[in-house]
């Protein structure tokens, strides 16, 4: 099975596969719809952006580490490399 879903463009993933658009589809359509029902029973911007943030914050950045994590078939595209030892660590 292909673990690629996204592909880097710049600073931004683009969905390169069915389960890369799946994924950012329901992403994006729980976020609208969050924001129509927040925003239905709000009375100003503010009381909008107060309601939609803890939502659609999480969302946005759980699909950010899920492309992060799809972008590469090696699966740990975000990981740190290990140190490598250097001639001063040598005893």
Do not use: K
């Not at 993933?13 to 389960?19: A, D, E, K, Q, T």
């Not at 503010?46 to 950010?64: I, K, R, S």
């Not at 899920?66 to 590469?72: D, F, I, K, P």
């Amino acid at each position: 099975m292909n673990r690629i879903w996204f592909r880097e463009f710049g600073l931004l993933y683009l969905p390169v596969s069915i389960l890369g658009w799946l994924a950012t589809l329901l992403a994006l359509a729980f976020c609208i719809h969050i924001f129509l029902f927040v925003d239905s029973r709000s009375h100003s911007v503010t009381d909008t952006l107060y309601g939609v943030f803890p939502y659609v914050t999480p969302t946005l950045l759980g699909l950010y580490v899920l492309a992060l994590r799809t972008s590469r078939g090696d699966g740990n595209a975000g990981a740190i490399p290990p140190p490598t030892p250097s001639t001063r660590d040598r005893s």
